[in-house]
Nanobody, 126 residues
Framework: QAQLEEAGGGLVQAGGSLRLSCSGR??????VGWFRQAPGKEREFVAA????????YHADSVKGRFTISRDNAESTVYLQMNGLKPEDTAVYYC?????????????????????WGQGTQVTVSS
């Protein structure tokens, strides 16, 4: 059974940077995703990365500012967040998809992710 732990959240001024990490013991993992939920809003896709190969995906709202990467040896996925904006304020969750899916569009579908972390708060002040 997968166990996930997110870390790296905190309070930062607009324009600043944070790096989130998602680590833990897993079984067979095909995709690791990051999602976020702001107060009063629905949870939304941020980024995802395949556990093998070079495929990474980012939401349009974070492209050019956020970068997802992985360290297979450490079983850790990172989300480097630069140029943070107040609208990036949210609880950030990592999640695991244990099913191999051919089409990249499926990485954005929350229901495909079987395991979720507890979330880490990111607050960006203006």
């Amino acid at each position: 059974q997968a166990q996930l732990e997110e870390a790296g959240g905190g309070l930062v001024q607009a324009g600043g940077s944070l790096r989130l990490s998602c680590s833990g013991r897993t079984g067979s993992v095909y995709t690791v995703g990051w999602f976020r939920q702001a107060p009063g809003k629905e949870r939304e896709f941020v980024a995802a990365i395949k556990w093998t190969g070079n495929n990474a995906y980012h939401a349009d709202s974070v492209k050019g500012r956020f970068t997802i990467s992985r360290d297979n040896a450490e079983s850790t996925v990172y989300l480097q967040m630069n140029g943070l904006k107040p609208e990036d304020t949210a609880v950030y969750y990592c999640a695991l998809d244990l099913v191999e899916r051919v089409l990249g569009v499926y990485v954005r579908v929350q229901d495909n992710y079987a395991y979720w972390g507890q979330g880490t708060q990111v607050t960006v002040s203006s």
